[in-house]
């Protein structure tokens, strides 16, 4: 037995087994962040469980070798994630990585998972060759805005417009970051 300290808020690659708290995250997540910007019937249709597959799926079978999926943890429990692979934006480069989720659940946030989690991400994008990151942030979601900002992520003029429902009755607005990763 050693007295040295055991971390009890960490990072690390997830795991299959994590796919459940990870689905649950971004359920809460969604909820507290997107309450105000999306309507009301596609927040009831918000599944935790159906995130779980998807999450499942990415950490067993990713596209590639540099798709990757990240948990934060504190005292073992599952408090953000984040996700990372090549750009598959029309301008991106081969050197254009991007973080395609983040998210720290609203319970656990000002915890420091948040800073954890976007230091991992770019380690790991930067591990996988990428020079560039990049992000994409829902119009209004002001709080991860500012928080990428003061990480010195900036706004590179890009945005789109998804089409939530296939029939334009539900569209939401996004700006694109990015960060120069380069060592």
Do not use: C
């Amino acid at each position: 037995m050693t007295d040295q300290p055991v971390a009890d808020k960490s990072v690390r690659i997830a795991w299959a087994a994590d796919a459940e708290a990870i689905g649950q995250v971004q359920a809460r997540a969604w909820m507290r962040s997107y309450a105000e910007l999306l309507p009301q019937a596609l927040l009831n249709q918000i599944d935790a469980t159906t995130f779980a597959e998807t999450w499942r799926h990415a950490v067993m079978r990713p596209p590639t070798a540099r798709h990757r999926v990240l948990v934060a943890l504190g005292h073992g429990r599952v408090s953000g994630f984040a996700a990372t692979a090549p750009s598959e934006d029309p301008d991106a480069g081969p050197d254009d990585g991007e973080v395609v989720a983040f998210h720290v659940d609203p319970d656990a946030r000002g915890e420091g998972h948040g800073s954890r989690l976007v230091t991992a991400a770019v380690d790991t994008l930067r591990a996988d060759g990428f020079m560039r990151a990049r992000v994409w942030l829902v119009v209004g979601d002001d709080d991860l805005r500012g928080f990428l900002e003061s990480a010195g992520w900036a706004p590179d003029s890009a945005h789109r417009t998804l089409d939530l429902t296939g029939d334009g009755a539900a569209t939401l607005r996004q700006i694109r970051l990015h960060a120069d990763i380069s060592p």
